[in-house]
């Protein structure tokens, strides 16, 4: 099973992601479209020259890596995402072979 976690910035997303990677039985991917958004935004993130590097900057490869194996043979495969990553011109459609969740916080808290 592929889970695709999507969260907004300051949410219990890390707390969660780290949660699924106790498990013997689950891999997991940390804001895999990161890179890909750096790249395509020239946006001045901390160390976005170290994340553009060490991920992909293509968001069809990164869909792809995403709906695929799973990684090292594990049944599970929970993907951290950052809705804000998926800038318009990035394809969606991989999506629909994903297990969707939203964590959402209360909008009073977040303001």
Not at 38 to 54: F, N
Not at 84 to 90: A, E, G, T, V, Y
């Amino acid at each position: 099973m592929k889970i695709a976690m999507w969260s907004g910035p300051r949410n219990l997303s890390t707390a969660m992601m780290y949660s699924f990677a106790a498990r013997g039985d689950c891999a997991v991917v940390d804001e895999p479209f990161y890179g890909a958004y750096l790249k395509a935004t020239g946006l001045d993130h901390p160390m976005a020259a170290e994340v553009i590097a060490s991920q992909s900057q293509d968001p069809d490869t990164v869909a792809a890596e995403c709906v695929g194996a799973i990684p090292q043979g594990q049944s599970l495969f929970y993907q951290k995402h950052m809705t804000l990553h998926m800038i318009p011109s990035f394809g969606r459609d991989f999506m629909r072979q994903l297990t969707n969740v939203f964590l959402i916080r209360h909008p009073a808290r977040v303001v």
